[in-house]
């Protein structure tokens, strides 16, 4: 299914008459769009759950919850938008006695980007698709949203593209809001036209990779949001490992299983001083039906480049298979498979961590064996480049300690917030909550731009731009920077007069 030249060109400007009417809008006028579009896909969730399910392979139970997660994305955003936080108003008063000289009136503000080209993901139909949290962030923002298709739920995104239509039609608002195209070449097409102005994508680093080189290639180069590959790596104490080990090892298979492990998230690497307790657990866990139920993956792309992946870590010297998967290839190219963990030590994966510290997307995880006392804060940077996560699994007493107690450990934690753009503790990184204060993004290659993330609300400050005003007449102000504040949003102010005090170096 391809959107030839003719329809995309009417596509492009749609969107770009509609830019200005949403920048225009007030925010309960956008945040109830964005309610709006929410009750109506909690409304048709049956409808559209039982066509993902035949696209994606996905069981109707996750798909279910992620409808929920979408719609409630949606609404989440509908409240950012009304409480005006993210336009970030600031106000500086004429003040000629300013420590510097005579200041002028100075406020600042955000204002929509304009049209935002959204590359929709394989793994996700619901939740990084036609409504998820970019597009939500992207109508939230004040900006048209054209939305690339994944080929991998074509039927499904005609449909969820149909019903936010509709919504929008019914609302009174231009036909350019929210659009839909189709096909590799077409959204290339897309993102290099001038009436976009910037891009969200998430998918492989392969593919992210020559989106953003394209984006940066334009004439007027524009932001390009990319959410790529992930190994995001395990670490698991030995305090921890004694305390509860069988119980970390079903917990770990289980994270790893999750969706057939086709999640940005999946815990790729597992850092330990593994003993027999925990791979005696593990591999129990992984004869019974957690590890034996096979899974679908998405389409025969994912599935030959799964099983290729599998192949070249099972060749490597010094792999050893704890949990041994099984696979099998349907007459449409789709693979079914059940989880593959394998150990390694941490000499094995220094001589092959081109093959072995890499993302394998799909059920498949590395354990890597780190003898007693080794300093793990030296692991991170040594094989982790970027990641969206970073786990820590803590015994009780290093949980309970006094802060600071443990150096090696706050090393640890410090190492991964600077590779990782969440770092957890005594959980698994599979389940993103969508939260205002949630990270979802990291250094490259998690992320093409690791100052933004996908999911919370600080999302849709990717798709606005600051702007300030110098001893402008109130008329031509925007209404979050008027004294009145007839929005009611948060605005930072500075009054003539007020002293202002820089830090000074004490010696």
């Known amino acids: 299914m391809h959107t030839s030249p003719e329809a995309l060109e009417q596509i492009l400007s749609r969107a770009a008459s509609a830019a200005p009417v949403l920048a225009a809008l007030p925010p309960r006028s956008r945040a109830a769009l964005l309610t709006a579009l929410g009750d109506a896909l909690d409304a048709e969730r049956d ?18 919850g992620e409808v929920t997660r979408t719609a409630v994305q949606l609404r989440l955003f509908a409240d950012a938008v009304v409480s005006g936080a993210h336009l970030d108003a600031r106000i500086d008063e004429a003040d000629p006695e300013f ?47 054209i939305v690339k ?37 077409t959204g290339v097409a897309a993102l290099r036209d001038p009436r976009v102005r910037a891009g969200s994508f998430t998918g492989s680093t392969h593919g992210g990779r020559i989106l953003a080189g394209v984006a940066a290639a ?50 790729g690497l597992l850092f330990a001083a593994v003993d027999d307790a925990f791979l005696e657990a593990l591999a129990a866990a992984g004869a019974s ?24 870590v099972l060749a490597v010297d010094g792999v050893q298979p704890v949990v041994i998967g099984t696979s099998r290839v349907d007459e449409a190219g789709n693979g079914w498979v059940t989880p593959t963990i394998v150990r390694v030590t941490l000499e094995t994966l220094r001589a092959n961590s081109e093959v072995l510290a890499e993302e394998h ?57 600077k590779h990782a753009g969440r770092v957890l503790f005594d959980g698994w990184p599979t389940g993103v909550a969508v939260t205002p204060a949630q990270q979802h993004g990291g250094p490259w290659p998690a992320t093409t731009n690791d100052a933004s993330t996908s999911v919370g609300t600080a999302a849709l400050g990717r798709f606005l731009r600051p702007v300030a005003f110098q001893n402008a007449p109130s008329a031509y102000l925007p209404a979050a920077l008027l004294d009145e504040n007839p929005l009611g949003v948060p605005q930072e102010r500075s009054a003539a007069g007020e002293s202002i005090s820089w830090g000074r170096a004490v010696g």
């Open 47 to 64: 409808r559209l759950i039982t066509i993902a399910e035949s696209e994606t392979g996905l069981t109707p139970a996750r798909l279910g």
């Open 149 to 185: 298709a994944h080929s991998g739920h074509p039927e499904l995104s005609e449909a969820t593209a149909a019903l936010a239509q509709r919504v929008i039609a019914d609302r009174g608002l231009p036909a350019g809001t929210l659009q839909l195209i189709h096909g590799q070449q």
């Open 99 to 145: 420590v510097l000289g005579a200041r002028p009136d100075l406020r600042r503000t955000h204002i929509p980007v304009g049209p935002v080209l959204n590359f929709s993901a394989s793994n996700f139909p619901f939740a990084f698709s036609v409504l998820g949290g970019d597009s939500a962030a992207i109508l939230a923002a004040g900006c048209p949203v």
């Open 218 to 267: 334009r004439p007027a180069p524009i932001p390009f949001y990319g959410e790529l590959g992930s190994v995001n790596p395990v670490f698991v104490t030995s305090e921890a490992l004694a305390s509860r080990g069988p119980a970390l090892a079903s917990e770990y298979l289980a994270s790893v299983a999750g969706s057939a492990g086709q999640l940005c998230t999946k815990p």
């Open 289 to 312: 039906e957690l590890g034996t139920s096979e899974h679908r993956l998405l389409g025969p792309r994912i599935t030959d480049t799964y099983l290729e992946d599998v192949d070249r």
């Open 361 to 417: 997307f799909g059920p498949f995880s590395v354990i890597v064996e780190v003898p007693a006392g080794t300093p793990l804060a030296p692991l991170v940077g040594e094989f982790i480049t970027g990641s969206l996560t970073g786990t820590v699994h803590l015994g009780e007493h290093e949980r309970t300690a006094a802060a600071g107690a443990d150096a090696a450990l706050s090393d640890l934690v410090t190492e991964l917030s």
